[in-house]
């Protein structure tokens, strides 16, 4: 891929149980897993950070968009219904749902699409990332893995 720009990394550590925290920059971001998977439902799991990164990003452009045209988004909502399928486990569709108020005439819903269509982690989504992986278990501060 041509182009890439790399970003500090986001350092991802254990806190107990299935508990951790992402630092981003200056941001902690707090994740665990449901009851029923054996966490204690203290915060997001990181499939459901993935819909709301897909929300949040959708609802920023949005709201760009109806403010550079004096447009209503006041009470405006984004609902991101994850649905999840097995082999590989995964999330196998996001449906979205922008919901706004007011009337928008079809020349401005047709805009408003290609505008949420626009959105960096829609994009990702839909024309994936290459994802590379390594281990770096070189320290004797870490437990051999057998």
Avoid: K, W
């Avoid at 203290?42 to 109806?66: D, K």
């Avoid at 108020?101 to 290459?130: F, I, K, Q, Y």
């Amino acid at each position: 891929m041509s182009g890439l720009q790399t970003r500090s990394p986001i350092v991802v550590t254990h806190e107990q149980g299935f508990r951790f925290a992402a630092q981003i920059g200056e941001h902690r971001v707090p994740t665990d897993q449901s009851i029923r998977a054996g966490g204690d439902d203290t915060a997001p799991s990181p499939t459901e950070l993935i819909s709301a990164a897909l929300g949040s990003c959708i609802a920023l452009y949005v709201y760009q968009f109806c403010v550079s045209r004096a447009l209503p988004h006041e009470g405006m909502r984004i609902e991101v219904t994850p649905r999840n399928v097995a082999n590989p486990n995964r999330i196998g569709e996001l449906s979205v749902v922008v919901r706004l108020p007011g009337h928008l005439l079809p020349h401005t819903v047709e805009m408003l699409e290609r505008v949420v269509r626009s959105c960096p982690v829609h994009n990702t989504l839909v024309h994936g990332a290459d994802v590379s992986l390594s281990l770096d278990v070189t320290s004797t501060d870490h437990a051999v893995l057998g």
